[in-house]
């Protein structure tokens, strides 16, 4: 009897703890159906080729949850399980390759030849009136450039990515701390077992917004930059200027991009970018900032054009392409998305590479043609 009232007594001060905090919980789902087919590379060996064509099929689940134990605390959990299933190939799989690790450990990432799971956030804020304070795993990214960033250089997004917004959490400690109305500084450490130091300060002067960043990879590693970003009536410009250092060299790395709305409706955005580390494939290849991850483009010289059009208020197409201006190699791509209620929408995306031939020495050469369809439910 007396085990019975004590458990009875810990259920019932549990249940009030938790009401006592505030609770905001969702779900992810996912559907994604992706169909793939490889070229057949010249100079690559029979071993290293990709599959001719690949049916890929992938479910995935997440679980968000807020939590505020106070008015100035807040915990972020954010966990997710995924089923992939390769529907057919034709061909042998490609190898992977190695990048900076930017979490100290992590739950097994492969719970079985099938199924997968990724604790993508785990977090702890807290709002002081000395400053916001984040401890623990977050997404963490950098710079204006809306799709070639100099200085975006933690799991940067990769060019075909669908979501070029999402960035995979990383472990770190991070403050931010208001300057004025239109300024604040934030700096940080990123301690995974690979490590990042950074700062970055904001400020709003001379009718432009301006942003100077500091980084220190692995303390053999060094990244500054200069963003800046303004408007001349209806039209956006926006620069973004690096230096990356390693022990060896330095390199500048430098976008320039603008933006305009046209009839209200149709949204078009272009940029330039420079990358004073390419070369040919081999060459990028072989230097520390790519081994590392941090730097995706490996030519010098890059343009890019997009745009998209709401059809109707439920549904928008876009479209763009990339083009390597070295080798005039181009990237077409493109995107119908459909609102079918407030939770559920329907993504069709599709990505075609333009070569004259399909070698290591073209940019897009060795890449694939993709379509995929994409469902997500958020409830």
């Known amino acids: 009897m007396k085990t019975e009232l004590k458990s009875l007594t810990l259920l019932v001060l549990f249940a009030g703890g938790v009401q006592a905090f505030d609770l905001e919980q969702s779900a992810d789902l996912s559907a994604t159906f992706t169909a793939y087919t490889h070229p057949t590379v010249s100079g690559l060996p029979a ?34 399980l995924s089923a992939n299933s390769e529907l057919d190939q034709a061909g042998s799989a490609n190898q992977e390759t190695t990048t900076a690790m930017y979490r100290v450990d992590d739950l097994p990432a492969q719970i079985d030849l099938q199924y997968q799971q990724n604790l993508d956030q ?9 400053g916001d304070y984040t401890l623990g795993r977050q997404p963490i990214s950098f710079g204006q450039a809306r799709f070639y960033s100099p200085i975006d250089v933690i799991q940067p997004a990769e060019v075909f990515a669908t979501d070029r917004s999402y960035r995979p959490g990383v472990d770190a400690f991070r403050g931010t701390w208001q300057l004025g109305a239109v300024s604040e500084l934030e700096a940080g450490y990123v301690f995974g077992q690979d490590t990042v130091a950074f700062s970055r300060l904001k400020a709003y002067l001379l009718n ?22 303004t408007g001349f009536g209806a039209v956006g410009f ?34 330039l970018h420079y990358n004073g580390l390419g070369g040919d494939n081999t060459t990028a290849m072989s230097q520390s900032f790519y081994q590392l991850g941090a730097v995706v483009p490996t030519g010098q010289w890059y343009g890019s054009a997009q745009a998209s059009y709401p059809l109707n208020i439920v549904t928008q197409l876009s479209g763009g392409v990339s083009a390597s201006l070295d080798d005039g190699s181009v ?31 073209y940019e897009y050469g060795a890449y694939p043609t993709v379509v995929e369809v994409d469902l997500d439910w958020v409830f």
């Open 208 to 229: 432009s917004d301006w942003e100077l960043i500091a980084l220190r990879i692995n303390d053999d590693h060094w990244i500054g930059s200069l963003g800046t970003s």
């Open 238 to 271: 926006w620069q973004e200027t690096a230096v990356l250092t390693d022990t060896e060299d330095a390199d500048v790395r430098a976008t320039l991009g603008m933006d305009y709305t046209f009839f209200d409706d149709l949204y078009v955005m272009a940029e």
């Open 47 to 80: 071993e290293m080729q990709s599959p001719e064509y690949q049916l890929n099929g992938n479910v995935s689940a997440f679980w968000n949850v807020l939590v505020y134990p106070s008015d100035t605390t807040q915990l972020n959990i954010r966990y997710g």
């Open 122 to 130: 785990f977090s702890a804020t807290w709002y002081s009136p000395f």
């Open 331 to 361: 990237l077409l791509n493109s995107s119908l998305s459909y609102n079918a209620s407030d939770n559920l929408s329907v993504n069709v995306s599709a990505l075609l590479p333009v070569v004259k031939e399909h070698s290591l020495d």
